[in-house]
């Protein structure tokens, strides 16, 4: 009779501990299943990132909607700088050929203002006056076409530049949290004036809290 007693105790023992070591095992995977990691944008790794390649930085900040804006300023770019290159060498070439002494060197007469137009018209012996107007019209082309291009380099410098700066702002406030230390109120009040009258009004109040 003692020993069933002492064997019925062992088996409520062992059922206990293997309750309590499912709790805990529940709690345990309660809590691991619960935590959520935010992310945490870094701006120095943000500004690397875009230094390495642009839209980088854009897409660790996960701004995607940025990048086609990125790209659509580079390749406009681009397509400036090789419209302005083409521009300025046929120019060049054209200026090249209608002022040396090589009579098969005549690369001009492709030229919208001379294309089709009897040469004779702005021969140098026959009519200078005419000659050195057209010659005078390339030239400013070409330091039109020159001008232009060069700022298309720059502006490619620049616009990368953008892009590195607003991946690193992005970063810098993309954890940026606006709490309640900081409320701004807005209503109506009765404003005194001289002789007794009130009149209607907006008050704006800023509460900072510490």
């Known amino acids: 009779m003692i020993l069933k007693k002492y064997q019925i105790i062992l088996i409520v023992l062992i059922l206990q501990l293997f309750c309590i070591q499912q709790n805990m095992v529940a709690q345990d995977s309660v809590a691991v299943s619960t935590v959520k990691h935010r992310f945490q944008a870094d701006p120095m790794r943000a500004t690397m990132l875009a230094v390495v390649f642009p839209g980088l930085g854009q897409i660790y900040n996960r701004k995607y909607w940025k990048i086609p804006l990125v790209y659509a300023g580079l390749g406009s770019l681009v397509y400036a700088?090789?419209?302005?290159?083409?521009?300025?060498?046929?120019?060049?070439?054209?200026?090249?050929?209608?002022?040396?002494?090589?009579?098969?060197t005549r690369r001009y007469e492709e030229l919208p203002g001379l294309k089709g137009l009897d040469p004779v018209l702005y021969d140098r012996e026959k009519n200078f006056s005419t000659y050195t107007y057209y010659r005078d019209q390339m030239l400013r082309m070409v330091d039109y076409y020159k001008r232009y291009r060069d700022l298309s380099y720059i502006g490619i410098a620049g616009w990368y530049l953008v892009s590195i700066l607003d991946a690193n702002v992005d970063a810098s406030l993309f954890n940026?949290?606006?709490?309640?230390?900081?409320?701004?109120?807005?209503?109506?009040?009765?404003?005194?004036?001289?002789?007794?009258?009130?009149?209607?009004?907006?008050?704006?109040s800023v509460k900072v809290n510490f």
């Open 81 to 104: 700088i090789g419209f302005n290159s083409s521009h300025y060498t046929t120019y060049l070439q054209a200026f090249q050929d209608y002022t040396d002494d090589i009579p098969a």
């Open 176 to 204: 940026y949290d606006i709490s309640d230390n900081l409320d701004i109120a807005v209503f109506p009040m009765h404003l005194p004036l001289s002789g007794g009258y009130l009149v209607t009004g907006i008050n704006v």
